[in-house]
């Protein structure tokens, strides 16, 4: 039987990449960029006026792997929770609002939660984010991340580099990448070892049958 | 008779000073009960003392605020290895850092240190079903972005068998992580905690007291900057230690205000002399001085224990003076010199009866008893010396002044007017309570009771450790060997059947040095099976496994990779993630000796597991100080017995008859069985320190015995207020004891106070005066 070298770390790991996740996926639909726009208005144009509805699809390259892997799923975005829904290739839930983060396993029908503040504070560039996400405070991100906007004619590309030792352990850039005047398209992060996930987005209608699923979601992931 | 005042001052003085400079206290309280009767317990011994166990504290911090805790300890941890004496901070939730660090220390003997049973687990891990369990986890590994500081690693050990090795330090983890995904839906516990290791011994509490303040300071000044509450207990060996010093120079203020209070008073009304209390102050402080100097010397150092009740049995040594201070005061020709002279003979039989007593008790094994015994046999001979030859010259230019006001008059009537009825009276009550008293007798060997009571620090320290550690304090597994080679495959031997146990949940955790280090013959054992089993055909299922998974072949797919190295002793003591292992092995005088720390376990099932290992005992050191307690009771009731044979034999020498002999010990022995009725009828267990007691008692009451018998003043009125006014003074020194909250002294002073009482009440009515005493006592001093 084949453990983890530490089963805590390993648990904990499991919804720290996922609160990860959750965040950056966050910050990129809260930052709708138009071409031309300053970084500091990019940013500061974070809060969610309206919910969202996104279809992503997420494919992983990685040296160890033969092919890369891809899972998908839909994202709900509202301006206190967060529900991602994955339907390939392991049916899960995750939700989030601004304190806690629900894990639902729906093959093993397991669930895990934990509060958000302590997982990031481990991270202090997850931190930032949630830091600017609540409280709009765009400072902390910048100490955290050296950041670069490029805006062209076609698009935008935001360049995300950590700044500090421990968020550089994790990943070594996040490029977020979309259309002149539009959301977000792209998400990249690019790992220590030039690993790669990669996130592409496409934005649906948020109903009112939608809402009910979210709610729904909601209830699912937290065993309610 | 100023030069003998000087005299007497320039002695103290000296005496004081000597104790000062050369005394060496101990208060532990195994230096008193625990004697190390060869090499091996010894070093036991001494490594249980000072080793790093007894120099941790532990700190459970707590906070509404979970997420404060993460980063609050971590912060503490920096703060806290920047003070002095501080070795090593270890947190309780390992954090990523010293994963990594561990990973990279071991992974070169990840195979070595495989399996306790490589011949049995090796094979099963190239099973098929094995190789698909490690491919699938080594993908979960890829796929996890928080463990990109793991992927490096994975070129080196493709099999993943540092996973293997690390799940082995699981019992590292202190409870308060969860132990399964099911406790995982549950809500993380709002604390956390640290172990701090001091490089100060945990019992040397003076120079423990500043590193505590800096560590409860430094708590406080962070925790300040953050929102939420956050709290800290402490517990450790230490702690303790320090609480135990509190605790005991409370008592000794408090109990000296009462008792020197009481004193004075007594002195006052009695004497209306506060002279005479500098006198016997002077006496006693001397004979304690000289008796400290005397049992250091003997013994290297002396146990505080035997200062505490050492001094009160020297106690006794106060009734000397104060009956040369009664008869001086009475004498007609106010010659304190000469009153002193004919009361002598007494003064020296009581203390000689005394002396035997406690030189009885050097014969038994016990090291407190010996030390005790050196103690006492001193200090009387000091205190008697000094009421003979020095008291005199002191009283002399003032012993007109000195008036004793108190009589004793109506008792010693009414003992004349109705002896035989009283006696009668007094005989079938004492039978009567001794029947109804024994049944209820109790006896305890249990040492823990004579350590101070510390209920709070107690019940703090349990639930701390309830937190942190799952380790049963003073329960271990030791192993010991000629070398240190031997003991790693006993050590081996006690793992595996640990193991057995842990899995039948007889025992909830254990804490060996496998897998930190294995001998060389197991390691070799690991790396020969493996390479019988890095097979062409197994690689070849290998990579089949990493095809299923989606792994690349190319990087993960080749057992070349795999890194057969031993660890030797030598490399393992220049690796730098080894910090839980302190105090666990030890090798000095060609002997090797290793501990296996155990949770909590069915201490009967542990035995049997480990009965017929070879060089393996199981210690639980309560148990250990409780047999070894038991022992010296036996011994010490000898010796006591032995003891009293000679007392009585030397009252059979002086007064030439065993009637008048077993005359002069009957109240003793009266006010003894008493005194063991009234703990007995009150529900108490008697003990090792009840003994010591009732020695004390019976010494005594001798001595009031023999100053009646004797009655070398000629007057029965004056001798009985001399008893009378010795008997107070003891009764208030020991009874003063009883404001102590240590258990021991309170154990002397109901045992000493209520007996030194009925003593002084019995000797009027069951010592019988004539017997043809003073023609024998003549013929013989003739």
Not at chain 2, 672 to 695: D, E, F, N, P, R
Request: aromatic residues 10%.
């Amino acid at each position: 039987m084949v453990k983890c070298c530490c089963p805590y770390l390993n648990r904990l790991s499991k919804l720290k990449k996922y609160a990860f996740l959750v965040l950056s996926v966050w910050l990129s639909f809260t930052a709708q960029a138009v071409a031309g726009d300053s970084l500091d208005e990019v940013l500061a144009r974070h809060v969610i006026q309206a919910p969202e509805k996104i279809i992503y699809t997420q494919t992983k390259y990685n040296q160890y792997l033969s092919e890369p892997v891809r899972a998908s799923g839909t994202i709900y975005i509202q301006p206190d929770y967060f529900v991602m829904q994955q339907d390939s290739p392991l049916p899960m839930l995750v939700v989030s609002n601004h304190e806690r983060i629900w894990f639902y396993d729906i093959d093993k029908d397991r669930r895990y939660e934990r509060k958000i503040t302590r997982l990031n504070q481990k991270d202090p560039a997850l931190n930032a984010l949630i830091t600017m996400l609540r409280f709009g405070d765009i400072k902390v991100l910048k100490n955290q991340f050296d950041i670069k906007i490029e805006a062209l004619d076609v698009g935008w590309v935001l360049d995300m580099q950590p700044r500090h030792f421990q968020s550089k352990k994790i990943f070594k850039t996040m490029k977020l990448q979309g259309k002149a005047g539009k959301k977000v398209e792209r998400f990249e992060i690019i790992s220590l070892h030039n690993d790669s996930t990669v996130w592409q987005f496409d934005t649906r209608p948020f109903s009112d049958d939608t809402a009910e699923v979210v709610e729904l979601l909601k209830q699912t992931a937290r065993g309610l | 008779m100023m030069r003998y005042q000087v005299f007497s001052a320039v002695l103290l003085a000296a005496l004081l000073s000597a104790v000062a400079l050369f005394v060496e206290f101990r208060t532990d309280v195994s230096d008193f009960f625990f004697q190390a009767d060869n090499p091996e317990t010894a070093m036991m011994v001494s490594h249980m003392q000072t080793g790093a166990l007894s120099r941790r504290y532990l700190l459970l911090v707590e906070s509404p605020d979970e997420a404060d805790l993460v980063t609050f300890t971590q912060e503490l941890k920096e703060k806290l290895l920047t003070l002095p004496h501080i070795q090593r901070v270890v947190l309780m939730q390992q954090d990523e850092a010293t994963l990594e660090s561990l990973v990279k220390d071991y992974l070169p003997y990840s195979a070595a240190l495989f399996s306790l049973s490589p011949q049995e687990d090796v094979p099963l891990l190239f099973s098929q079903a094995s190789l698909d369990q490690r491919s699938e986890y080594i993908k979960t590994i890829i796929l996890n972005q928080q463990y990109g500081w793991l992927q490096p690693w994975l070129v080196q050990d493709p099999l993943l068998l540092m996973s293997d090795w690390t799940a082995k330090l699981t019992g590292l983890q202190v409870s308060g992580a969860p132990a399964d995904d099911a406790q995982f839906d549950n809500e993380e516990p709002q604390y956390t905690g640290l172990t701090v290791e001091t490089s100060v011994s945990g019992l040397d509490s003076a120079k423990q007291q500043p590193i505590y303040q800096a560590l409860s300071e430094s708590f406080s000044t962070l925790a300040a900057s953050y929102p939420e509450k956050i709290s800290l207990r402490m517990t450790g060996v230490p702690v303790f230690a320090m609480a135990i010093k509190q605790q005991v120079s409370q008592d000794v203020k408090r109990v000296s205000l009462i008792s020197s209070f009481l004193m004075i008073v007594l002195f006052l009304v009695v004497f209306k002399s506060l002279r005479g209390l500098l006198w016997v102050a002077f006496i006693l402080i001397s004979s304690v001085a000289a008796a400290s100097l005397m049992t250091s010397l003997v013994f290297g150092y002396m146990h505080a224990l035997v200062v505490a009740i050492g001094t009160t049995l020297i106690g006794v040594c106060i009734d000397y003076p104060i009956h040369s201070m009664v008869h001086a005061a009475a004498s007609p020709k106010e010659d304190a010199e000469a009153s002193t002279k004919q009361i002598w003979p007494s003064l020296w039989l009581g203390g000689l009866t005394t002396v035997v007593g406690y030189v009885a008790l050097s014969f038994s094994h016990h090291p407190g008893m010996q030390q005790l015994a050196l103690f006492a046999g001193v200090g009387i001979a000091t205190s008697l010396l000094l009421t003979r030859f020095m008291l005199p010259k002191l009283m002399q230019a003032h012993i007109q002044k000195v008036k004793v006001v108190w009589h004793i008059q109506p008792w010693l009537a009414l003992v004349e007017r109705y002896r035989k009825p009283m006696q009668v009276l007094v005989l079938v009550f004492t039978m009567v309570v001794v029947v109804i008293a024994w049944p209820q007798f109790m006896w305890t060997d249990d040492m823990g009771k004579l350590s101070p009571a510390l209920a709070t620090l107690k019940a703090n320290d349990q639930d701390v450790r309830a937190h942190l550690s799952s380790v049963e304090p003073g329960r271990f597994v030791l192993v010991k060997a000629a070398d240190f080679e031997t003991a790693l495959q006993r050590n081996e031997e006690v793992a595996k059947q640990l193991q057995a146990l842990k899995n039948a949940g007889d025992v909830t955790a254990y804490y060996s040095l496998y897998p930190w280090l294995a001998s060389q013959k197991i390691q070799q054992n690991n790396l020969d099976v493996f390479t019988t089993q890095l097979t062409a055909e197994h690689q070849r299922l290998w990579q089949q496994s990493l095809q299923k998974q989606g792994l690349s072949v190319e990087k993960l797919g080749k057992f070349k990779a795999v890194s057969l190295q031993i660890l030797t002793p030598e490399v393992f003591e220049t690796l730098n993630s080894q910090p839980e292992l302190a105090g666990q092995y030890l090798q000095e005088d060609g002997q090797a000796l290793m501990f296996t720390w155990l949770g909590m376990h069915d201490v009967e099932k542990v035995k049997e597991k480990l009965l017929g290992l070879q060089g393996v005992q199981y210690i639980s050191q309560k148990d250990r100080v409780n047999a070894q307690a038991a022992e010296y009771r036996v011994q010490t009731i000898k010796v006591l017995s032995l003891g009293s044979i000679a007392i009585l034999l030397l009252l059979v020498a002086r007064f030439g008859s065993l009637v008048i002999a077993m005359n002069v010990l009957f109240p003793a022995l009266v006010a003894t069985l008493l005194v063991v009725s009234m703990w007995s009828l009150l529900g108490k267990a008697m003990g090792m320190l009840h003994l010591i007691g009732l020695l004390l008692v019976i010494a005594i009451c001798v001595d009031y015995a023999i100053f009646t018998l004797e009655n070398r003043a000629g007057s029965l009125s004056l001798t009985f207020q001399a008893i009378l006014v010795s008997s107070m003074t003891t009764a208030i020194a020991f009874l003063s004891l009883g404001f102590a909250d240590n258990p021991a002294l309170q154990t002397m002073a109901w045992t000493v106070g209520p007996g030194v009482l009925l003593g002084f009440l019995l000797c009027p009515l069951l010592v019988k005066q004539g017997h043809g005493l003073k023609q024998s006592l003549k013929r013989r001093e003739a």
